[in-house]
DNA sequence: CTTGACCCTGTAGCGACCACAGGGTCCATA
DNA sequence: TATGGACCCTGTGGTCGCTACAGGGTCAAG
């Protein structure tokens, strides 16, 4: 049997862009199972490792949390399960991406139309201030 | 001399839909001031911390973050201080929000074509982990 | 043998709260 | 007057996903 080429952290954190601190992380919250140890107890990564890193880096870009990223990694290990459960944790994301779209168009339209009102005068009269002001009594 | 008529910590919650822990925790980070207290030790509310946390609260809505917020009601306390200022934030929170809606809608269009690649198979073969995951060796 | 780049653990901080625990206060009702 | 329950107080710890130290150890090059 051959012995697997490891690598340090900050190797496995050039190459998958990921902060070094960031990795230890994701050991200590069970994302990343904790690699080997040299003789002087640095980490010895794989490429399990970086797979697996690279994996959650993507879902991280793509806005899943870590605990869906978590049931991810567990079903994809099952590989003979039906993969409805992965489209449903996508789809339940892409609804909250929607909702998130939605609030921040809304957000959006109040914002504009508070800033058009903007006489650029005395903060006495101004209409963005009144407006997140209480009426006066 | 007249008594204001004050309220209690619940009251201010309840008026302003804030949580009492909210309130509190407003005050510790100075965005609200401290209120008098009563014999029994009770925060005593008037119709200025009313007005002033109807403010934050209408800014918070809008995504402002406390800072933000902070400088505002700093802002607005300078009654005859032209209110450029006040649309600078104003202005520059808006940006921000134009720049999560773009970053969301990207975002969106990603996971949409992941979804739209679900074939409703086994794991083994599903698109959305592959899409996921790093290139196989 | 020293320098400097890397690594280790552990802890504290960010923003904006929320949720207790373990007490004190107040008021209405019995 | 006693009691019960709703309210209030302070202080601490948790959330999410990291980031940033402090105070050490390890390792390879010069």
Redo the contacts with the bound molecule.
Sequence with gaps: METETTF????L?KATGT????I??YERVGLLSAPDR??????AYGAAHLGRLSFIRRA?DLGF???QIRTLLDVAGQQDLPCEAVDAIAREHLEEVDRKIADLQALRRELDSLIGQCRHGRVAECRIIEALAPSKT
């Design positions: 340090n952290i900050g190797i954190a902060k070094v601190e960031t230890r992380w040299t003789s002087g107890n640095y980490r991280r949390s870590l605990d």
